[in-house]
């Protein structure tokens, strides 16, 4: 039985059914079964409370191959943000001692550096990793004039890259594990006869450009989402749900761009679709519309075209969608 993380999390605690989960995953991690990312997860988060509770236990992430991942995922967000350790860091425990977070610290430098070779190539069998070698590639071009322009020396330039290198490793393993839950790859949605995608193009542009404000490793000029009640890690599935309320309310055209306004509970979105020709194996060239991006809206422009264009339409208590005046 797989777990999925929705399952996990909602585990009562000391329960019977707790048990026999935390015994059957522990089991399955020391036999090297493979492990989805959320169960991966959990087994890293066991080791984190369980170790040292009982002298007699040895629970070490570092004896399970599955809480690697995990592990980078753990100390990336620690230390994202502050990655020469010169502030202080925290993690559920309280503030983190010198020595370990030098240990930490090194280890991504050690991330880093294996992983970037990933970045100067787009000929990846995995798909994802192609697009996030794309997305990387962008952000390193941008540092780079930045740096040209403001005269750094290439210990700051190399810091940023670092910066760039470990974030597009945690948005590798986020969007897989969103993926992977959602047990699809491509979510389609109909507005009538036009097909509209959620896929891995989507998601990486939305987390990668609309999450994670403090670990840019310059100002992008970006809204970052904040609503924690907007689960991230179940993105794909969010927005299908939110496609799915207002599919028969709105039309979409299969212009190149198109403008979708939304409201969750009080605060003001902007969805957008884009067409593209893309080749599809078996299928050729073809004419494919995706969901392009999700970000809050807070460019004056668009909320003054919202005021001016739009009238909205209360679909529940917490989502409303905007329907252009000259489409009533």
């Known amino acids: ?178 993926f992977e839950e959602s047990k699809n790859d491509t979510l389609q949605i109909y507005f009538g006869l036009i097909e509209v995608i959620i896929d891995f193009n989507s998601i990486v542009h939305i987390f990668w450009r609309h999450y994670s404000e403090k670990s840019k490793p310059y100002d992008t000029k970006k809204s970052f989402h904040l609503d924690k009640k907007i689960k991230y890690y179940e993105l794909p599935s969010e927005l299908f749900k939110i496609l799915e309320k207002i599919k028969n309310i709105i039309s979409i055209s299969d212009k190149i761009n198109f403008f979708i306004p939304i409201k969750i509970r009080g605060i003001i979105y902007s969805l957008w679709t884009k067409k593209s020709k893309e080749s599809i194996k078996e299928k050729g060239l073809v004419e494919v519309i995706r969901l392009s991006t999700f970000y809050p809206t807070e460019e004056i422009n668009e909320l003054n075209k919202i005021s001016n264009d739009y009238f909205e339409i209360v679909i529940d208590t917490d989502l409303s969608v905007y329907k252009e005046k000259t489409t009533q």
């Open 1 to 178: 039985m797989k777990y999925t993380k929705k399952y996990l999390d909602n585990l009562e605690s000391n329960s019977e059914e707790e048990k026999l989960v935390i015994e059957d995953l522990l089991s399955k991690a020391t036999k090297k079964d493979n492990l989805t990312s959320a169960e991966s997860e959990y087994v890293f988060m066991l080791t984190q409370l369980l170790q040292g509770v009982n002298p007699t236990d040895k629970l070490d992430h570092k004896s399970f191959d599955c809480c690697k991942q995990p592990y980078f995922k753990n100390n990336y967000l620690i230390y994202a943000g502050n990655l020469n350790g010169s502030n202080p860091s925290f993690d559920f425990k309280g503030e983190i001692e010198s020595g370990r977070k030098i240990v930490e610290i090194k280890e991504l430098e050690e991330e880093h550096q294996e992983w970037l070779p990933n970045l100067s190539k787009f000929n990846h069998k995995d798909r994802l990793m192609n697009l996030i070698a794309s997305e990387a590639n962008i952000e390193i071009k941008k540092i780079r004039e930045i740096a040209k322009t403001n005269f750094w020396g290439s210990n700051l330039l190399n810091a940023k890259i670092k910066e760039i290198s470990l974030q597009s490793k945690f948005v590798y393993i986020e969007v897989k594990s969103m």
